[in-house]
């Protein structure tokens, strides 16, 4: 149980284009989605918290408008990267929790922005 | 602020030794305490959890909580090659906006 499905797994991209990515929890109820950021060899970085039907809340530096969250279900939420730029290239990961369960990780998507 | 800390390691061990991984925090008001194994190039992936004070056995896992002391423990039994990862404790503390805190993370080399 507990399965986190995020999508596309990698995904290429052009400077200025913009990219979603998907998450879905496919065997429970997400009330709380966290999307984070990790660079190669560093750690994860918490970019914003996202409950269902509300607006997401946006880590200290994070730019809401350029990351767009929307979690409009209890079982999908989205990350847009608008405008990308290379130095966007990162790995994406997204996690889905039940309420205070433990958190359950997608298998991230890894961005190239050329 | 609050904080968890973990040794960055590498910690390395042989095979079939018990890696023992510590992870303390600083709000007591912690409730909820986690390990995950991330590999290289992988997310995370949820190990043990443990919510009350002692041991928690899962396998060749044990995880270790002492509230007093604000440490939690991991212990991996018989270690791997495949046991070979960077393990990060997380702690969750409701009042903190559902967040987790997460630690740096530990890096462990088991040798063949």
């Known amino acids: ?59 200290q530096g994070v730019e809401k408008d350029k990351f767009l969250i929307n979690h409009a279900s209890l079982t999908l939420s989205t990350l847009t990267v608008t405008s990308a730029h290379p130095e966007d290239s990162s790995f994406y990961i997204c996690s889905a929790r039940s309420g205070a369960a433990p958190l359950h990780f997608g298998n991230g998507t890894r961005l190239t922005v050329t | 602020q609050k904080e968890v800390e973990q040794n960055s390691g590498p910690l390395s061990v042989p095979e079939g030794a018990i890696a023992s991984l510590n992870c303390t925090y600083s709000d007591r008001g912690s409730q909820s305490f986690f390990w995950y194994r991330q590999y290289s190039g992988k997310s995370p992936e949820l190990i043990m959890f443990i919510y009350s004070n002692g041991d928690k056995e899962d396998g060749r896992f044990t995880a270790q909580l002492n509230k007093a002391s604000q440490y939690v423990s991991l212990l991996i039994r018989d270690s791997q090659p495949s046991d070979s990862a960077t393990y990060l404790c997380a702690v969750y503390n409701a009042g903190n906006n559902r967040k987790l805190i997460w630690g ?9």
Request: charged share 15%.
């Open chain 2, 104 to 112: 740096l993370g530990t890096s462990l080399a088991v040798n063949p």
């Open chain 1, 1 to 59: 149980g507990a399965v986190v499905s995020q999508h596309p797994s990698w995904v290429i991209c052009k400077s200025g284009t913009s990219v979603k990515i998907e998450c879905r929890s496919l065997d429970f109820q997400a009330t709380t989605m966290f999307w984070y950021r990790q660079f190669p060899k560093q750690s994860l970085m918490l970019m914003a918290t996202s409950n269902e039907g509300s607006k997401a809340t946006y880590e």
